[in-house]
């Protein structure tokens, strides 16, 4: 069932950014939209932190060349930093869109689970998960066919991929039960 190689998840630590630092980044993007100036107060101040924590990402991220600090301590992207923000926004949208939208989880938990990943995904994932919205929101008669199919399948529990416990090839009923022990997260 595990066919990944053995050391894909030693990867997610080499990353250029950190879920953390996704976060902070993303801040500063949004902060400069908003009001035109970021500054670190601002950032743990959106983030929910104490200024000393955010102080500290942001250091690591100007040592990374993704973000910069003027003269007057305001906060700038490097174009760099800038093009992890506008993915890991674009990707943000895709994911929650197709885990409520399609998927039907609903809004508080897909919230949780984007965050969780949306850092991590890669642009190839992402491509063709935009590809799929794009075609299951398209008027192709095919994708209306597809999703009144799951529509159906979801609401019925007979023929639903949890109705079936002897044939259980994807750990659905471990899945349920950690759900019941974690509703959210
Ligand atoms: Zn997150």
Same mark, same amino acid.
């Given at each position: 069932? %595990?066919?990944e190689p053995? %050391?894909?998840w030693k990867r997610f630590d080499t990353n250029v950014v950190t879920h953390s630092a996704a976060h902070h980044i993303v801040a500063i993007a949004t902060l400069l =939209?908003? &009001?035109?100036? !970021? #500054?670190v107060s601002d950032v743990a101040r959106t983030l929910n932190i104490t200024r000393g924590s955010a102080s500290l990402t942001l250091k690591t991220l100007r040592e990374k060349g993704l973000? @910069? =600090? %003027? @003269? &007057?301590?305001? /906060? #700038? /992207?490097? %174009?760099?930093? @800038? !093009?992890? !923000?506008?993915?890991?926004?674009?990707?943000?949208r895709l994911i929650?869109?197709?885990f409520c939208d399609v998927l039907g989880v609903p809004e508080e938990a897909a919230e949780v689970d984007t965050c969780k990943i949306e850092h991590l995904v890669g642009p190839r994932t992402s491509r063709q998960l935009a590809r799929f919205l794009h075609f299951v929101e398209s008027d192709d008669p095919r994708a209306k066919e597809f999703l009144g199919a799951w529509v159906k399948c979801k609401a019925s529990r007979a023929g639903g991929p949890d109705s079936q416990p002897a044939y259980d090839p994807d750990g659905v009923s471990e899945m349920r039960a950690e759900e019941k022990q974690q509703p959210d997260a």
């Open positions: 069932m %595990d066919s053995p %050391d894909i =939209e908003r &009001n035109g100036y !970021a #500054r973000v @910069e =600090e %003027d @003269e &007057n301590r305001f /906060l #700038r /992207l490097s %174009d760099r930093g @800038e !093009a992890i !923000a506008t993915a890991v926004v674009g990707k943000k929650h869109k197709f």
